[in-house]
């Protein structure tokens, strides 16, 4: 069983800058595709960012575009997500997922099978 744990929220003005990291812990990956999703107030759970096992191939959500990488160390178990040129409308919880999700699934929180806890992201204007 793989846990997932985010660390590097917090709060920031618009415009600036922050990095999470998603750290696995119970066993090394095993080639899982990572995932970044987050899910503000009232609104569902919406998929930001994913990195195949290789990190050849990122696939990310079109406001995030230009502002957002995400990145892996397989050597650390450790995903990133560095966030820039932040925006109000970026506030959210922001959680980590790993799985094997079909192409179909890939923005799809079903898609996933392992899940962080969340961290709180709040961008003020």
């Known amino acids: 069983q793989v846990q997932l744990v985010e660390s590097g929220g917090g709060l920031v003005q618009a415009g600036g800058s922050l990095r999470l990291s998603c750290e696995a812990s119970?066993?090394?990956?095993?080639?899982?595709?990572m995932a970044w999703f987050r899910q503000a107030p009232a609104k569902e759970r919406e998929f930001v960012v994913a990195?195949?096992?290789?990190?050849?191939?990122?696939f990310y959500t079109d406001s995030v575009k230009g502002r957002f990488t995400i990145s892996r160390d397989n050597a650390k178990n450790t995903a990133y997500l560095q966030m820039n040129s932040l925006k109000p409308e970026d506030t959210a919880v922001y959680f980590c997922?790993?799985?094997?999700?079909?192409?179909?699934?890939?923005?799809?929180?079903?898609?996933?099978?392992?899940w962080g806890q969340g961290t709180q992201v709040t961008v003020s204007s």
């Open positions: 997922a790993g799985g094997f999700p079909r192409s179909s699934a890939l923005e799809s929180p079903s898609g996933y099978d392992y």
């Open positions: 119970g066993r090394a990956f095993s080639r899982e595709t």
């Open positions: 990195i195949t096992w290789s990190g050849g191939t990122r």
